[in-house]
């Protein structure tokens, strides 16, 4: 192994500075870039970062120490090859930077402010002087004795000075937000229970990406209906061994009678939609296969002898799922004055606890917006979920010759600890069948 000195770099214009901080000590394995030691001028603190990885092996300087350009900080035993210096962070000293290596990529090995003690090792190219320092935190020695003093690990703190740099400001965001539960330090983090964080199932870390590198950024906390929607959501996609199957429906004379329908309601201001029909439909399937209409508790499943359907419902603050109670009692009309009411109380603001609790089966049409198929998560504790996707013309072979057919792409999620994939096959053909034919209902 290599022995190597690490020197200061080109601190720009200051004779002398005072070291103000050790931020590492024999034995240490650090890496390329890593903090050494920050100096202070009567003017600026900046940091100095080592140039080489490896492990302390002496301290050539103490606190108080006067250094400049060339003073050995510390030797090293390289744990790699060995590349000329770092540059010091021009934003540690925002009120006189010092002049930093303009093209280190081709600097030969004897511009390097490191010397190597052992033939052993070679100059390697300079690191990128835009890249970033491993994620080692920049600040200040006040900002790094204020987040001490707040126990805030600032290496998680996002510095939004240049070149990331971490502000007081900054501190303090972190600390609220960590106060207000919208973010969590890792070893919160750690000890979170399962489905807060991937940590407790085993997982590794959700990646932390410094967006702003890569280009312009805009941060937005999310709101209260997305947060707690997003915790459900999550949970159900977790602990649901859950399986979707996707079918056609043919809607053809069903859309024409909805149309007609509404030609001939116009005056009453009720617009009937597809949606009344599925849900009406949803019903009969329902008391068909009536595990489509239970929920898991423990070892016993709970099968429920009333029909409260719900339905994804886009609103600008997030998804809300109003219910409709008792669908199986209300006719088509009702059910589509009923859907508008509650979509336009969710879309303001103003829908009750009542109207969105209660279902034991929910629908999420996209159908006004478009799509093929997709894959809904079932809304817990029920035990299965309908998609709908946007009906197109399709040809259909009708025996002799293809014909041009309205088809609706229903995708069906269901729970496999209660319902089989067989059962869910039929649900969907009988589905399909009923919307065909709608005078099932009644039989
Ligand atoms: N195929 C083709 N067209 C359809 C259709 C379908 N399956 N479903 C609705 N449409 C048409 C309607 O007929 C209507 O057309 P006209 O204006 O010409 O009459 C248009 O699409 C708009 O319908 P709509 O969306 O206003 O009404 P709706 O009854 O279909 O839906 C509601 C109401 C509240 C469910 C809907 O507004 C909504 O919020 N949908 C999004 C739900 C969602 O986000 N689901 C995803 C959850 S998973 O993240």
Not at 32 to 37: N, P
Not at 227 to 253: C, F, Q, W, Y
Request: net charge neutral.
């Amino acid at each position: 192994m290599a022995l190597v000195e690490v020197k200061v770099p080109d601190i720009g214009d200051f004779d002398e500075v005072a070291v103000i901080e050790l931020m590492v000590k024999v034995g240490d394995t650090i890496k390329a870039e890593q903090s050494l030691i920050t100096v202070e001028s009567d003017k600026a603190a900046m940091e100095i970062p080592s140039s080489t990885a490896g492990v302390v092996k002496e301290l050539r300087v103490k606190l108080g120490d006067k250094v400049k350009q060339g003073s050995v900080v510390l030797v090293l035993e390289a744990s790699g090859a060995v590349s000329v210096p770092a540059e010091v962070p021009a934003a540690a000293a925002p009120a006189a930077a010092p002049a930093v290596q303009s093209a280190p990529v081709a600097a030969p090995a004897t511009d390097a402010a490191v010397s190597v003690t052992s033939s052993m090792v070679a100059a390697t190219p300079a690191h990128n002087p835009g890249a970033p320092t491993l994620g080692l935190p920049h600040a200040s020695p006040s900002v790094r004795k204020f987040a001490r003093e707040l126990g805030v690990p600032l290496e998680e703190v996002k510095g939004n000075g240049p070149k990331g740099r971490i502000s007081q400001d900054d501190v303090q965001a972190f600390t609220k937000d960590v106060m207000a539960g919208a973010t969590q330090t890792k070893a919160q983090a750690a000890k979170a229970p399962a489905g807060g964080d991937g940590a407790a199932l085993g997982l590794i870390p959700w990646p932390k990406v410094d967006f702003a590198k890569f280009g312009p950024i805009e941060r937005k906390e999310m709101g209260r209906i997305k947060k707690i929607s997003g915790a459900n959501l999550l949970r159900n996609a977790i602990m649901i061994p859950a399986v979707t199957n996707h079918d056609d429906a043919d809607i053809t004379e069903l859309e024409a009678f909805r149309v007609s329908t509404n030609k001939e309601n116009e005056k009453s201001g009720v617009k009937v939609t597809m949606l009344a029909f599925l849900i009406k439909a949803c019903v009969a399937a329902l008391k068909k296969y009536p595990e489509f209409n239970s929920s898991l508790d423990g070892d016993a499943i709970v099968y429920k002898n009333y029909w409260h359907i719900g339905f994804a419902a886009d609103t600008p603050n997030g998804l809300m799922v109003p219910v409709i109670r008792d669908a199986d009692k209300k006719g088509i009309l009702q059910i589509s004055q009923e859907m508008g009411e509650l979509a336009k109380k969710a879309r303001d603001g103003k829908l009750g606890p009542a109207e969105m609790t209660g279902a034991t089966f929910t629908i999420s049409s996209l159908g006004g917006i478009g799509g093929k198929y997709f894959t809904p998560i079932i809304n817990a504790p029920e035990v299965a979920i309908l998609g709908v996707c946007k009906s197109t013309q399709e040809p259909v072979w009708d025996g002799k010759q293809f014909v041009p057919r309205l088809m609706l792409p229903l995708s069906l999620t269901w729970d496999h600890r209660v319902i089989d994939g067989a059962a869910a096959a039929r649900f969907n053909a009988y589905l399909g069948q009923i919307l065909g034919d709608f005078r099932r209902v009644l039989l």
